[in-house]
């Protein structure tokens, strides 16, 4: 359960003789986590997070990979300075902003088998983003309204593995549980070996389901990586970040859940 006022009703407060939106002082106080949860993102600035090339493209973590030091170094300076063109933190509300353009926001701290919380909010119509899960492209996140994504399935909603082989049942979700544009979306990730679980404004729209190999669709996908937001060419807004890592026990249990 989060402890911040943003699940809770606004209410009006007066201090020092003006009254001033709870929920606007609960979103400019620092992050507070679940219990068990660590808060990615400090509602300050960009701490822990890197620049990974991105711009609605991809870019593959076998390539990164194989950087000797030096490049590694030289890559990472150069996609920081452009995270820091496209990303920013609005200080008035503690929130995480892309303007949809330049490198994705990459965990400067690698995962295997994790559950992740985020907030997010499209601003515009026909708005698209995503997060992927260890470098791979993605849990969706687009507008079921667009009338140019209703080809790519946009009007099926937000949520599925999109970048899924076809045959995947993954790639689609399994309810339409999307807000309108403008208001805030609450999901939930939970990934375990190759296996992910999203649920999105508290209903399940991917379970169990195997995330395929966009770079290489004969292998499974890695054991870590980076969680990244993905920009996609218009502006996103991300808050109430946080990640736990799952051990070996739990995601044992999870994974038998699953249906064979």
Not at 159 to 173: A, C, F, I, S, V
Request: one cysteine or more; glycine letters at 12%.
């Amino acid at each position: 359960m989060y402890v911040r006022s943003t699940w809770t009703a606004m209410a009006v407060v007066t201090i020092l003789g003006c009254s001033v939106s709870a929920e606007v002082l609960a979103q400019t106080a620092a992050p507070r986590p679940p219990a068990g949860f660590t808060a990615l993102f400090n509602g300050k600035n960009l701490d822990g997070w890197r620049g990974r090339p991105g711009g609605g493209g991809v870019f593959s973590p076998y390539v990164e990979a194989k950087f000797t030091p030096e490049e590694r170094a030289a890559k990472q300076a150069e996609w920081n300075a452009d995270r820091d063109l496209h990303w920013r933190v609005d200080t008035a509300t503690g929130e995480l902003v892309s303007d949809g353009k330049g490198v994705h926001l990459a965990t400067a701290k690698p995962y295997g088998d994790f559950e992740f919380h985020v907030d997010w909010m499209l601003t515009q119509p026909g708005g698209d983003s995503g997060i992927y899960l260890r470098s791979y492209p993605q849990v969706q996140i687009w507008d079921p309204a667009s009338a140019r994504d209703k080809k790519s399935g946009a009007d099926k909603g937000s949520g599925g593995l999109w970048n899924n082989n076809p045959d995947n049942p993954g790639r689609w979700p399994l309810a339409l549980a999307d807000k309108p544009i403008g208001q805030w979306n609450r999901m939930t990730i939970k990934m375990v070996g190759t296996r992910v679980w999203v649920t999105l404004n508290d209903t399940p729209v991917v379970v169990g389901q195997v995330l395929d190999n966009f770079f290489d669709r004969t292998q499974p996908v890695l054991p870590t990586g980076s969680i990244e937001l993905q920009t996609h060419g218009s502006e996103v807004r991300f808050r109430n970040v946080f990640v736990r890592e799952i051990g070996e026990a739990e995601g044992r249990s999870l994974v038998g859940t699953v249906a064979k």
